[in-house]
């Protein structure tokens, strides 16, 4: 019996204990697999079953550790506080690739990278900092890891979770990164941490890595469509679908993008006609043009259909508005569909101020205001928050400072930015 019956054995065996209620009936399992190997074979194997029969009876005894050893402690243990979701799930398939690679830093604290997780997506890295002394929570400033480099690879931090511990002597936390090269065999992880003179120093440790052991690529192939908005056009270039994620590709050309915050939010990944959950986004310039990218969780294992709706993006709409400011009230003023509160005005040592609030994706165009005959442009824009209204509506508050000291008579706007519906769709090949 070779290495791969014996892990199919071991799989089988696996898949029998959810239906066993005794120790007992598992031992008399395993004696019967174990009188049904070859005979001719049966020395050289029996001490490797009596190994797997132990460890299936621990298995029973300890619980949770149940799946380290069904999958050759490939689940990452520890970390069920810290991922969840499809991260979990796959934790719990055992899909990582154990490390276990420990260093000090300056102030004794022990920092583990446990394993790791890789696909064509992303790799996410899991760690442990430790410390009996207790962990301060200026932790970010001891250890700040940064980006990963290898063979063909080098890429910056992307995102992070970690949780403390009740006692403050342990932190739990996963760190991801953009994908690594096929033909990487070691990665070397560079992190920043201070030292006693406050000043920051940047270290490194270096980590085996195992690209055979990389989760399969779901779908990867180009798209290649080109949307037409207000200011400009959005391409998507391509979509690759990895069991951790699915990453959506393109450029922008689109003259008024940073007007509006979480531009590209309003972009919807369905499958089998269901959203699939949008879990970040991103955009860079560079002196060949913009590019974003667009995450979403992983695709259904069954997939019959897959579509792009560009149900929202920035837009841009003249309105040439003249406000009164002769008496302010609560009634909103209407802006072609959205709409707009004059809270206060008032001349102060510094200019005129005007607060206002709008919706949350206006960014208004061309403001100034009139006295007399003599119009004043916006100088600058002062104390933006996110404030409640009386009907539990959030909108945008912000104090606007004009050049002037004349008490105003009225507010101009030439035109917004805001999110517009667009409701355009592309289709994906699933075939």
């Known amino acids: 019996m070779n290495n791969d019956n014996v892990e199919k054995r071991l799989y089988e065996e696996k898949m029998c204990m959810e239906s066993i209620t005794a120790p007992e009936e598992l031992e008399m399992r395993l004696r019967n697999a174990l009188h049904s190997a070859a005979p001719k074979r049966a020395k050289r194997i029996a001490p490797m079953w009596k190994v797997a029969a132990v460890a299936l009876l621990f298995m029973v005894v300890v619980g949770n550790n149940y799946y380290a050893f069904a999958y050759y402690s490939k689940k990452i243990l520890g970390f069920d506080e810290v991922i969840q979701g499809t991260l979990q799930q796959l934790n719990d398939k055992g899909m990582g690739q154990i490390v276990d690679k420990r260093t000090t830093l300056v102030d004794g604290t022990e920092l583990i990278i446990e394993g790791m997780m890789s696909d064509a997506n992303q790799l996410i890295m899991y760690y442990t900092l430790t410390n009996p002394n207790g962990l301060e929570e200026r932790n970010g400033d001891l250890f700040r890891p940064s980006r990963i480099s290898g063979f063909l690879t080098n890429t910056n931090v992307k995102s992070g979770t970690t949780i403390i511990d009740e006692d403050h002597t342990e932190i739990k936390g996963t760190i991801s990164f953009g994908p690594v090269s096929p033909f990487a065999k070691k990665i070397t992880l560079f992190y920043w941490q201070q030292l006693e003179n406050k000043q920051m120093s940047e270290e490194s440790i270096s980590l085996p890595y195992h690209p055979d052991e990389v989760m399969q690529t779901q779908i990867k ?24 994620m699915t990453m959506i590709k393109g450029s922008l050309n689109v003259e008024n993008f940073d007007r509006v915050p979480s531009a590209l939010q309003g972009i919807e990944l369905i499958a089998n006609g269901t959203p699939i959950e949008i879990i970040g986004s991103g955009s860079q310039s560079s002196s060949s043009g913009r590019t974003f990218d667009i995450r979403y969780d992983s695709l259904p294992e069954q ?28 009634e909103p003023f209407a802006l072609e569909g959205k709409e707009l509160w004059v809270k206060n005005v008032s001349t102060t040592s510094e200019g005129v101020e005007i607060t206002i609030a709008t919706d949350d994706d206006v960014m208004l165009d061309g403001v ?44 101009i706007i030439e035109g917004m930015h805001y999110m517009k519906a667009y409701n355009e769709r592309i289709e994906i090949a699933v075939d």
Do not use: C, W
């Open 368 to 411: 100034s205001i009139e006295a007399g005959h003599e119009i004043t442009p916006l100088n600058t824009t002062v104390k933006q928050n996110n404030v409640k209204q009386a009907d539990g509506r959030l909108v945008k508050e912000r104090t606007m400072l004009f050049d002037s000291t004349v008490e105003p008579e009225y507010l």
């Open 221 to 244: 192939q180009s798209i290649n469509k080109k949307v037409k908005v207000d200011k400009g056009t959005i391409t998507f270039k391509s979509i690759t679908a990895t069991p951790t």
């Open 303 to 330: 997939l019959d259909s897959l579509e792009l709706v560009i149900k929202e993006l920035v837009g841009y709409q003249k309105l040439d508005e003249k406000i009164s400011l002769a008496s302010i009230g609560d």
